[in-house]
């Protein structure tokens, strides 16, 4: 008991403990923690269309460009439930409009994403709203994303956006590729 004792009071009065963190414990920890931006920008190609999307993102709000005969924009935001080890949960509320005498259609939606590998996520995306015989917006998205490197990631998927409200009407689908570069 002496010993234990003697062994305390040493380490407290020559301030060696082994508890205290080195400088490179600190700078590992630091970059682990380091976030980058809250920005990123996103674009994808649809293979059987000529249809390119591009995304911005800033934080949890995100604009959607689609072009494919009409233009399609979604202003969406995001809204994490939880998130857990590259697992988590969100819903979202989105503005959806079509060109054509600019028609507008509110929706909600959840998003769903997965790591399976130390490199690699899968996801589920899905939002709509419908308004009887007026019209309706659905819009899904499946795919896998793979992270090269720490910013920058390429995805794989398809998707299907269908938008009908009067005569207006904007209708997508089919399989994409995709970049996505985090600021």
Do not use: C
Not at 56 to 65: A, G, M, P, R
């Amino acid at each position: 008991m002496k010993k234990i004792l003697a062994a305390t009071i040493f380490i407290l009065l020559t301030n060696t403990a082994a508890a205290e963190n080195s400088p490179e414990v600190d700078e590992g920890i630091a970059s682990i923690k380091k976030k980058t931006s809250d920005f990123n920008l996103e674009t994808k190609f649809f293979i059987d269309k000529a249809a390119p999307e591009i995304l911005l993102k800033y934080k949890n709000v995100s604009l959607d460009w689609i072009n494919n005969d009409k233009n399609f924009f979604k202003l969406k935001v995001n809204k994490e439930i939880f998130s857990l080890m590259g697992t988590g949960l969100e819903w979202n509320v989105s503005l959806n409009a079509v060109d054509e005498n600019f028609s507008v259609l509110p929706s909600v939606g959840v998003n769903i994403y997965a790591r399976i590998r130390p490199r690699l996520d899968v996801y589920v995306q899905f939002s709509g709203l419908t308004l009887g015989s007026r019209g309706h917006f659905s819009d899904f998205e499946s795919g896998l994303r793979y992270f090269p490197q720490k910013n920058f990631s390429i995805s794989a998927g398809w998707r299907r956006t269908d938008f009908k409200l009067r005569r207006n009407d904007f209708d997508l689908n089919g399989v994409f590729a995709g970049v996505r570069y985090d600021f």
